[in-house]
């Protein structure tokens, strides 16, 4: 197995074997899960920032469908980068409802679509970055499509009308 070394200073390397072994893990084994994190999300595994300066909501990379929605933009588009930050107030919005955890994403470049199923009816979420303050909500009933146009703060009203 091959071996690597870093240098550190004495301080930062006490603080973070002593984190490291609060959580139950060598400092290996921590080294090691952030080389695997950065594989699988294909770069650093948390935001690089400019102190003072304010960054987006970190939250929202923990969020398996945007991960997944991520990487297919990627495969897809041959993009090495999306601006996650252009989704952010949707996503804020989305984590206000109470959706059952099978919801899919696709970022597309001026939109983002969201299937969820919101108390036992689909819908599809259509959110163009254009027009920031409005979104489509989309669903099938009877074979008939229904289609609502919404304010961003008013989702969660417009899905209980529906």
Same mark, same amino acid.
């Given at each position: 197995m091959p071996t690597i070394q870093v240098r550190i200073d004495d301080?930062? %390397?006490?603080? #973070?074997?002593?984190?490291f072994n609060q959580l139950g893990m060598s400092m290996s084994e921590a080294i090691s899960l952030?080389?695997?994190? #950065?594989?699988? +999300?294909?770069? $650093?595994p948390f935001t690089l920032t400019v102190p003072g300066k304010q960054q987006p909501n970190t939250d929202i990379l923990e969020? /398996?469908? $945007?991960?997944?929605?991520? %990487? +297919?933009?990627k495969a897809i588009n041959n993009k090495p980068d999306f601006d996650i930050a252009k989704i952010e107030p949707f996503f804020r919005?989305? =984590?206000n409802i109470d959706y059952d955890n099978t919801m899919r994403m696709t970022l597309q470049e001026n939109a983002v679509k969201v299937r969820l199923n919101y108390k036992? =009816?689909?819908? !599809?979420l259509d959110y163009n970055f254009e /027009?920031?303050?409005s979104v489509f909500i989309l669903? +099938?009933?009877?074979? =008939?499509?229904? !289609? %609502?146009?919404? %304010?961003?703060? =008013? $989702?969660? /009203?417009?899905?209980?009308?529906?």
């Open positions: 301080q930062t %390397k006490t603080a #973070s074997t002593a984190l952030f080389l695997r994190q #950065s594989i699988m +999300r294909g770069g $650093i969020n /398996e469908a $945007i991960i997944d929605a991520l %990487k +297919r933009y919005t989305l =984590k036992g =009816k689909d819908y !599809v /027009e920031p303050d669903t +099938r009933k009877d074979g =008939k499509l229904f !289609v %609502k146009d919404c %304010k961003l703060s =008013k $989702i969660l /009203e417009t899905l209980k009308d529906f």
